[in-house]
Nanobody, 121 residues
Framework: QVQLVESGGGLVQPGGALRLSCIASGSFSRLDTMGWYRQALGKQRDLVAS???????NYADSVEGRFTISRDNAKNTVYLQMNSLKAEDTAVYYCNANIRRTIYSSPSPYWGQGTRVTVSS
């Protein structure tokens, strides 16, 4: 069974920083693109940032220049460094990974359980 487990959420003041981590565990052959999504109360889940297995990154316009996504392939982990946080960054953040269970498999999307980030004074 494949699992994605996030950590690092919490309460932070505006202008502060947090670092989210997501580790993939279980039986699989390869992690393809990994990413972070967020869902604010009453809104849809949107992409925040993604990173390919080769390290190419993509960011939502709203976080460009403030957030940095990175990954450690040896540790099956993806990170999201969030700086200059704003109240509008408040949301539940979900880790996503496209995972190949075997070398013959097509990638399938997996989701973590979510970690809450609250930006408030």
């Amino acid at each position: 069974q494949v699992q994605l487990v996030e950590s690092g959420g919490g309460l932070v003041q505006p202008g502060g920083a947090l670092r989210l981590s997501c580790i993939a565990s279980g039986s699989f052959s390869r992690l393809d693109t990994m990413g972070w999504y967020r869902q604010a109360l009453g809104k849809q889940r949107d992409l925040v940032a993604s990173i390919t297995s080769g390290g190419s990154t993509n960011y939502a316009d709203s976080v460009e220049g403030r957030f940095t996504i990175s990954r450690d392939n040896a540790k099956n982990t993806v990170y999201l460094q969030m700086n200059s946080l704003k109240a509008e960054d408040t949301a539940v953040y979900y880790c996503n990974a496209n995972i190949r269970r075997t070398i013959y498999s097509s990638p399938s999307p997996y989701w973590g359980q979510g970690t809450r980030v609250t930006v408030s004074s």
